[in-house]
């Protein structure tokens, strides 16, 4: 601070404001006195629109904005399709931007764009040895990113969040990506030799696609050796170009450790992973088949949401499973039964009811209930039973009692509920008879 400004401050200001004064101007001292790349380092953890904003503060400050490495833009603010604020902001900052490598680039949009405008800004960030490219864009009509395919080599991260359209004719070959994301996208294999669509990612960590369709392809090959996370919700395959109208997707990880899987017809895929496989979570409807549950029979736990309209003949042998979450229609006993036979060494079973709240099991179905010869699991394997979102009505509890009747070796009864349970209540779970002399029964 020059010494006649310190003086002033000492006559002038009142003592209670002295200080704060001569404070703000020393911490501005040596904020200005940072590096520029720490500058840009801090600069860069702002939204960007804030980060531009700092120009105003001082003519030191004019273009410090203009080497930020992180890039965000949301247009929430700027709703009006005719305003073109949002869009010549964008333009402005990848103008101006001087830094030769763009860490990341965050787009969140509400609005529709033209499809060649973003095109273009993703390919100035993309120039740049971008890490990082999020785009979700909900009023899209779609985009065509198959054009900038070559240039997604430097990326670790790819989530797209749109209606996307990409068309690979060839391996596709991405050496840096580790978590890749797919939102809605059309994904066709314009290869005129080969009906196999190959992805390459050699060091992927985390694969999600969501509400995904891919096109003319008998054969969907994921080869990444590191991958640990699988995730497919609601995908569909199209003009599948085999008799079966069957397409088949092979995971190629010996790191595979969970997969979870979500649609409404499983019979268009045949899913194939490696036999470490230890994790699997799916949530189907509609039949199964057998061949299908047979690619996680190797699991050691697994997560099962079933719709009322599940059926299937015969379930295969999971002869590895210790760990079963089901997700169920708790009045459809013959569910429970039929995994609990195909589950020889299960050791914990987890439960969670779909049945409707005004379902009263009938006195028939309590009789059918206690008749039901228990798998040889729950006699001579079973020790922790849980019940997600208890509810201490007739259902629950015979499903509960069916399970301590015949359970040799249980050892722990949970009841997580997410209401409380009458004292009343507890009392009389806690009288119900036990096959095992050391089941205890735990409120959550």
Same mark, same amino acid.
């Given at each position: 601070?020059?010494?006649?400004?310190?003086?002033?401050?000492?006559?002038?200001?009142?003592?209670?404001?002295?200080?704060?004064?001569?404070?703000?101007?020393?911490?501005?001292?040596?904020?200005?006195?940072?590096?520029?790349?720490?500058?840009?380092?801090?600069?860069?953890?702002?939204?960007?629109?804030?980060?531009?904003?700092?120009?105003?503060?001082?003519?030191?400050?004019?273009?410090?904005?203009?080497?930020?490495?992180?890039?965000?833009?949301?247009?929430?603010?700027?709703?009006?399709?005719?305003?073109?604020?949002?869009?010549?902001?964008?333009?402005?900052?990848?103008?101006?931007?001087?830094?030769?490598?763009?860490?990341?680039?965050?787009?969140?949009?509400?609005?529709?764009?033209?499809?060649?405008?973003?095109?273009?800004?993703?390919?100035?960030?993309?120039?740049?040895?971008?890490?990082?490219?999020?785009? *979700?864009?909900?009023?899209?009509?779609?985009?065509?990113?198959?054009?900038?395919?070559?240039?997604?080599?430097?990326?670790?991260?790819?989530?797209?969040?749109?209606?996307?359209?990409?068309?690979?004719?060839?391996?596709?070959?991405? !050496?840096?990506? /580790?978590?890749?994301?797919?939102?809605?996208?059309?994904?066709?294999?314009?290869?005129?030799?080969?009906?196999?669509?190959?992805?390459?990612?050699?060091?992927?960590?985390?694969?999600?696609?969501?509400?995904?369709?891919?096109?003319? *392809?008998?054969?969907?090959?994921?080869?990444?050796?590191?991958?640990?996370?699988?995730?497919?919700?609601?995908? *569909?395959?199209?003009?599948?170009?085999?008799?079966?109208?069957?397409? /088949?997707?092979?995971?190629?990880? #010996?790191?595979?450790?969970?997969?979870?899987? #979500?649609?409404?017809?499983?019979? /268009?895929?045949?899913?194939?992973?490696? !036999?470490?496989?230890?994790?699997?979570?799916?949530?189907?409807?509609?039949?199964? #088949?057998?061949?299908?549950?047979?690619?996680?029979?190797?699991?050691?736990?697994?997560?099962?949401?079933?719709?009322?309209?599940?059926?299937?003949?015969?379930?295969?042998?999971?002869?590895?499973?210790?760990?079963?979450?089901?997700?169920?229609?708790?009045?459809?006993?013959?569910?429970? *039964?039929?995994?609990?036979?195909?589950?020889?060494?299960?050791?914990?079973?987890?439960?969670?009811?779909?049945?409707?709240?005004?379902?009263? !099991?009938?006195? @028939?179905?309590? /009789?059918?209930?206690?008749?039901?010869?228990?798998?040889?699991? =729950?006699?001579?394997?079973?020790? =922790?039973?849980?019940?997600?979102?208890?509810?201490?009505?007739?259902?629950?509890?015979?499903?509960?009692?069916?399970?301590?009747?015949?359970?040799?070796?249980?050892?722990?009864?949970?009841?997580?509920?997410?209401?409380?349970?009458?004292?009343?209540?507890?009392?009389?779970?806690? #009288?119900? !008879? @036990?096959?095992?002399?050391?089941?205890?029964?735990?409120?959550?």
């Amino acid at each position: 601070m020059h010494p006649e400004t310190k003086q002033a401050c000492l006559v002038t200001a009142p003592s209670s404001k002295k200080a704060r004064l001569c404070s703000d101007q020393n911490l501005e001292d040596r904020f200005s006195s940072l590096h520029e790349s720490i500058v840009s380092r801090i600069l860069s953890h702002l939204p960007t629109v804030e980060a531009v904003s700092t120009s105003v503060l001082s003519k030191t400050w004019m273009n410090m904005w203009t080497s930020i490495t992180e890039l965000q833009f949301d247009d929430k603010t700027h709703r009006d399709p005719k305003d073109s604020r949002f869009t010549d902001f964008v333009d402005r900052v990848l103008g101006n931007i001087g830094s030769p490598r763009i860490n990341s680039f965050y787009l969140s949009s509400v609005n529709s764009y033209d499809e060649d405008l973003l095109i273009s800004w993703l390919s100035e960030v993309l120039k740049r040895k971008l890490q990082s490219l999020v785009v *979700t864009c909900q009023e899209l009509d779609s985009v065509n990113f198959s054009p900038l395919f070559p240039s997604f080599a430097s990326l670790v991260e790819l989530r797209l969040r749109t209606k996307s359209i990409l068309d690979i004719s060839a391996p596709a070959l991405l !050496p840096n990506l /580790k978590f890749f994301s797919l939102e809605d996208a059309r994904i066709f294999n314009m290869s005129s030799v080969s009906r196999n669509l190959v992805l390459n990612f050699p060091v992927l960590e985390t694969f999600e696609a969501s509400y995904c369709r891919c096109f003319r *392809t008998n054969t969907v090959i994921l080869d990444s050796p590191l991958l640990r996370v699988f995730e497919m919700f609601k995908c *569909t395959s199209a003009h599948v170009p085999n008799a079966s109208q069957v397409c /088949k997707i092979s995971v190629l990880s #010996s790191k595979l450790e969970k997969i979870t899987f #979500s649609g409404d017809d499983s019979r /268009k895929f045949l899913l194939s992973f490696p !036999p470490s496989l230890s994790d699997a979570y799916l949530a189907l409807s509609s039949q199964w #088949s057998k061949k299908f549950l047979r690619s996680f029979t190797c699991v050691k736990s697994l997560g099962l949401e079933i719709s009322k309209d599940f059926y299937v003949n015969e379930v295969p042998k999971f002869r590895q499973l210790v760990y079963l979450h089901l997700i169920y229609d708790m009045t459809q006993y013959c569910k429970l *039964t039929q995994f609990l036979e195909a589950a020889p060494i299960l050791e914990m079973l987890s439960i969670r009811d779909l049945a409707s709240p005004r379902s009263t !099991p009938t006195t @028939k179905f309590l /009789k059918e209930l206690r008749a039901e010869e228990s798998p040889d699991c =729950v006699r001579t394997m079973l020790k =922790v039973l849980q019940i997600r979102f208890f509810k201490p009505n007739r259902l629950q509890i015979s499903v509960m009692r069916w399970v301590m009747d015949n359970a040799e070796i249980l050892g722990s009864v949970i009841l997580s509920s997410p209401n409380p349970i009458t004292e009343e209540a507890k009392a009389n779970i806690l #009288s119900y !008879p @036990k096959a095992s002399p050391h089941a205890s029964v735990f409120f959550e």
